[in-house]
């Protein structure tokens, strides 16, 4: 400092650039580490602006601004990239870490012992990134005995499709999961309170700083990494190729090629050997609902929520699954649809017995008429699948021709001669 004149002389500023890693990212600013150091950088306008152009797990360099503050002046080229999808905005593709070498999907012991999918598209994604995929199934400890035993068949499935499947508690220490990621960076994915965050810590790894709602690196032993993620439910994958589908359901794959249609949907066709080994229950039912929503592109992108049948009226266009018949609310007289009017077929849908009666999904074929008190006609209808029956009201514009042709189909294998009836009238 010159006294004489009480100005300040600006001591030399190191602005040589340094390599650092991005473990979080807030608004504007980014915390970046580097030699076990945390930096907080600004960031510039052109990264603020751009999707996807920073993501945690990024390698960048960074500079001294002055007055304690670093600025990131570049992202340096990433090794891998793992994305997922949005339901929104189903073009849009979603960076959820950069230069990984492992994903580590998250699920419950009670979410597998009902559902699908979710492990399925985590394991497309990892191959996609080009990088190891493993399972982790928590709170193993909180499910009986018994329903471990039906898991572990469903855990050698996954251990022919994933690189690696562990499960148990995220309160215990997992030894054996540490050592298998032993010295990479690992980002753990999935949905809110399932024990992402639980197991990491349990890893002895030292968390720079803390967040429940963006992506952390946290830095674990013997050179491994972690990025826990915020909780989400699917990765909803676009896209999703043939090869890639049957690389996920390799039991499904195999089924597939023996169907007597080339071109079978699984749905409704008869010969279908996806849909025998449903009806056998060799084929789990939450294993083909997760195969037929990747198969249905639309379906999958769709982020309209679906109406529950069990309380609300069906009053929107759809398309039959058995004849291909365009079917819109006009016409029904009551603007309720429950069957195709044409073919008279419907799908088997709700929990409750009643117009459509059950998760079973599967075609509910027309087989005969009862006539209701007051004289209106109703159609019994039986599932393919399950052999439930069901009784719905006739539509005003429903097939005259099929109609009656159900309802005389008794007639036609009557379980005496019809020729008692001639006896019987002519006493």
Known sequence: MNKKKGIKIKKDI?????????????????????????????LPGSLISNKNSLVVGDEVEAENAGNGQYKLIHVLPRKTALYRGNRRSPEEKVLVAANVQCLLAFVTAD???HQAGYLESAIIAARRAQIQVGIFISKWDL???????????????????ADF????????????????????TVVVVGDRSCGKTTLIHGSDSRCPMTSTHTSVLEVGLKGTFWIDTPGFRDFALQQISEEERNAVFPELAQLTGGCYFRNCTH???????????????????????AYQKMTDIKAASSFTPKIDYRHSACTESFTCKVCGTLVVPEGAGSRHRNHCPKCLSSIHIDNDPGDRASLCKGIMEPVSVWVRKGGEWAI??????????????????????MLMSIAVKPLAMTPFPLNHLEELFGQ
């Not at 190191?14 to 600004?42: D, H, R």
């Not at 471990?148 to 251990?159: D, R």
């Not at 599932?383 to 005259?400: F, K, Q, T, V, Y």
């Open 380 to 401: 019994i209808h039986r599932c393919r699948m399950c052999g439930a029956l069901s009784s719905n009201r006739i539509a005003a514009d429903d097939n005259p021709a």
């Open 111 to 113: 979410y597998l012992l």
């Open 14 to 42: 190191n602005t040589e650039a340094f390599q650092a890693t991005v473990i979080n990212i807030m608004n504007k600013q980014v915390k970046v580490l580097s030699k076990g150091e945390v930096y907080s950088c600004l």
């Open 165 to 184: 499947v562990f499960a148990g508690s995220a309160r215990e220490r997992q030894e054996e999961l540490f050592k298998t990621v032993e010295g990479k």
């Open 143 to 161: 499910i009986g005995e018994s329903a471990q035993a039906l898991l572990e068949a469903k855990l050698e499935l996954y251990k022919n499709t």
């Open 267 to 289: 749905v409704h066709e008869d010969g279908c050997q996806v849909l025998e080994a449903l009806r056998s229950k060799k084929l789990k039912r939450e294993r083909y609902d």
